[in-house]
Every structure is written in structure tokens, then in C-alpha cells.
């Protein structure tokens, strides 16, 4: 009996029939990914990553650094302690070293801003929402 039912339907096409009851309709914004929590995931995760990287190799690091630690670690305090001597290079590399600190800053906040233009909402936008919450 199943199997003349299945030949009726397959002779009559009825089981291959497909009729659209309701158009479907596209999303307004997708499911899946979240961008905005992948980036603020990505971003704890990365500060997270750099504070314990440098936690790990600071706790790692076998040389002694003044006399606090020399201190510290014979348990006699030194007869005499060096000074640090700073000639113009070094003052010249320390000023180079803190302009690349401060240009690095400079463009990971307009990489920043940059981020939250194109993933979260334009920047305009934003500003006028901001002035409107402060009554502004």
C-alpha cells in the first residue's frame, strides 16, 4: 500500500509540487558575527595579553637593578653605589624613544576612532547623539 501511494505521488508529481506560501524577507541586521563584541573582546584580550607578557618577563628576569634589589637579595647593604651616567645619546634616544611612544599613541587612537566609524557608527552620528544625551 506505501508503495503505490509513493508510485501515485511520483506519477502525478505531487511529491515534487512547491508552492511558496510567504516570500521570505531579509534580515535587518545580521545575527551573527557581533563585531562590536569581537572588537571589545579583542581589545581586553589583547591589553590582557601585553599586561601578563611583561609581568611574566619582568618576574623572569634574573639581573639586578639597583640597590634596593642588590639589597634584597645579599641581605648586606653595598659599600658604594655607581651613579648612572647619562651622555647626549642617551638623552637623544630617550627623546627619540618617547616621540615613537607618543606617535604610536597618536595613530592607535585614530586607528581607534577609525574602528568605530566603519564597525560601530559613524562618528558624526555618535557626536550628535552625544550632544543631544548632555543637553548640549
Known amino acids: ?9 511520483e506519477t502525478e508529481r505531487k511529491g ?54 642588590l639589597t634584597g637579595l645579599v641581605g648586606v647593604p653595598p659599600l658604594a653605589v655607581i651613579p648612572e651616567i647619562i651622555s647626549v645619546a642617551d638623552v637623544r634616544s630617550r627623546a627619540f624613544v618617547r616621540a615613537i611612544v607618543f606617535a604610536a599613541l597618536i595613530m592607535s587612537i585614530i ?14 552620528v555618535l557626536w550628535f547623539a552625544a550632544l543631544r544625551k548632555f543637553g548640549l
Open 111 to 124: 586607528l581607534g576612532l577609525l574602528a568605530v566609524h566603519s564597525f560601530v557608527e559613524p562618528l558624526d
Open 16 to 69: 515534487e509540487r512547491f508552492t511558496l506560501i510567504e516570500p521570505p524577507q531579509l534580515p535587518e541586521k545580521p545575527a551573527k558575527p557581533n563585531r562590536l563584541a569581537i572588537a571589545l573582546l579583542g581589545s581586553m584580550l589583547s591589553f590582557a595579553g601585553g599586561i601578563g607578557s611583561t609581568a611574566i618577563a619582568e618576574a623572569m628576569d634574573p639581573t639586578i637593578r639597583g640597590r634596593a634589589a
Open 1 to 9: 500500500m506505501v508503495a503505490q501511494t509513493s508510485q501515485t505521488l
